[in-house]
């Protein structure tokens, strides 16, 4: 594609070339920043170190978002049919037709799938900008996978969306209650010993350790959709 294809948003890359490296570089970055964030958590390093990768990588998710916005908007620009565009470069020498749709988005380094995806983020940008906000008010990281989960519900029409972001909201502080519970929860010899010697014939140390593995069995669902769902972000 031509140089001449560019891109009006001045804080993205000017042609649509440089678009494409910037959203496929800045997809690896960010699973990179995930990654020392997962290490963080693990290792329990300071809150602020913690807070300030997450805006690190809220703030990247946001541009490469913008960027697949700005990216579908191109593509969509594109005929199926090659030879109806008048900004593209003729073909080299030797190629006896221009190239289609599909190998131009090929040659930016994207799949179909990942092409109509990108289409449809253009389609919704309602729906980015709500995922940003949302994502900002939670302290979290905005996700094209969320987009897209929204925009979905959005095209099924009307009170099934709204019904639907009202949910997640729910979902979202019930979940968020929850993992803050626990995390607050201390566990100490002595505060163990506390709760052990004052169980009365009622409440029995068995019974308890029960409900709470019964509480486990539920947190581990929730892990393992968590997962199949990141699973299928990356697949789509």
């Known amino acids: ?8 948003n001045t804080n ?4 649509v070339e440089d678009l494409s490296k910037f959203i496929l570089v800045g997809r690896e970055k960010l ?3 995930r990654a020392e964030i997962r290490a963080i958590d693990k290792l329990k390093l300071a809150e602020g170190v913690h807070a300030q990768k997450v805006e690190e990588a809220a703030m990247l998710a946001e541009a490469v ?22 900004d593209l470069k003729p073909p080299p020498s030797g190629e006896d037709r221009l190239k ?28 980015v900008e709500y995922v940003k906000a949302e994502a900002r008010e939670n302290e979290d990281i905005p996700t094209r996978a969320r987009v897209l989960e929204l925009a979905a519900r ?9 019904d639907y972001l009202n949910l997640h909201m729910k979902v979202c502080k019930e979940l968020d209650k929850m993992i803050e519970n626990i995390t607050k929860f201390e566990i100490t010899d002595y505060r163990m010993d506390a709760l052990f010697e004052n169980f009365d014939g009622v409440t029995k140390v068995g ?7 019964s509480a486990r069995e539920k947190l581990l669902s929730i892990i393992t959709e968590l997962r199949k769902a990141e699973k299928r972000a990356k697949q789509g």
Not at 12 to 15: A, E, G, S, Y
Not at 207 to 213: F, G, L, P, Q, S
């Open 31 to 33: 699973t990179a920043v």
């Open 207 to 213: 019974d308890t350790v029960k409900y709470i593995e």
């Open 12 to 15: 993205l890359p000017d042609t």
């Open 100 to 127: 289609t749709k599909m190998e131009i988005v090929e040659d930016l380094g994207f799949s179909q799938n990942q092409a109509e995806r990108l289409e449809t983020l253009a389609d919704n940008k309602d729906v």
């Open 65 to 86: 978002l913008d960027a697949e916005v700005k990216m579908g908007e191109l593509l969509k620009e594109i005929p199926k049919k090659p030879g109806k565009r008048t």
């Open 1 to 8: 594609m031509s140089n001449e294809l560019t891109v009006q």
């Open 154 to 162: 959005k095209k099924k029409g009307g009170g099934d969306y709204d």
